[in-house]
């Protein structure tokens, strides 16, 4: 289709909106297939009912009596491309004995609480609250924590993990490549050693069961290796997050890595956008294409209200939503971002654990009134 407009409308989408008039995008392709920019009087998440299994969803993960305690995984949304899990676990040395191996697809491990190792055949990586750990498809992993760990999980089950295409900013924006925290050989032979460890049992997940396959001396025995596959990490420290001083760009400008159904982007602290007429929070949207999943990891988050460390919202693709009233009167006091937050769209619908239910914050939709 060509471009076409009526009435009042912008020159450049999320600026210039007219006083006391509100933007909303609806695009297809996840913010680069065709789109337009509505300019209504109120917010089309002003609805007063809603009666139907399609709703927004808050889910507070750290709810006392919810994980911990013991290792655990937890599915929390899934379809047949990808599943979010939430994997909790305690300091104990039974985790030095083991490996696990996930022939159903990549693991992007993002560290909400905790730090500690992962031993691998590559060698030795370290990790800490806000860090990924990227681990591909059928890579043995031993996670050694070395305090108490809390990881939101995705497993990619349809494609491989790629870094987003740069394009006009070039190889090194977002972040550098050389950033990547690199498995060490020697330092874990030298870890192993010290503690005396050796990792005789792998448990390997295929079509969501488990096998064990047992060894009688130490799996990791790597002498050496070269090559473009490997486990790595990538601490949010490391990241470079892009941004226009005159006008919001979209959620897809701090994409982290991409899979053939789903990305997974990295919102960090940053400056607001310096321009009088711009758009300071995220624009009331339709992502048509795309579920919308976001972690809300750390700090205050300046678009939404009563939100604590730990939370995730789902926004199913079939209505808008943008930022919570108070969050857009409180936005004029503010010049910079302090949150960061993990998202994840899905080209395809995602459904929900019934794990879920006992988490879920039952007025969240109703959270739009001003
Ligand atoms: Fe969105």
Redesign the pocket.
Known sequence: MHLYFQGEHTQQAHKGIPEGAYEEEQGLKGFFGPVSHLIKRKPSTRWSKIDGPLRPRMYDLVKPGIGGGTDKWQRLLYNSHLTISLLWMDVKAENMGKAYRNSDGDLLYFCHKGAGEVWTEYGLLKYRKSEYINVPKCLTHTLVPSEPSTFLVVENRSSHYEEPDRGLVGRHAIYDPATLGKPDLHEQDRRMKSLNAAVTEIVIKRGDEFTRFAYEENYYDTLGWKGDLFPFTLHTNNMMPLMSHRAHLP?SAHTTFVARDFVVCTFLPRPLEKDADALKV?FY?Q?ID?D?V?FYHKGDFFSRDNLHAGMMSF?PMGFP??PHPKAVKAVSQKTETNEIAV?I?SRWPLFADPFLDQTELQDYWKSWKA
């Open positions: 959620p995220p949207h992502n795309y919308e976001l926004h939503h943008g998202m769209d």
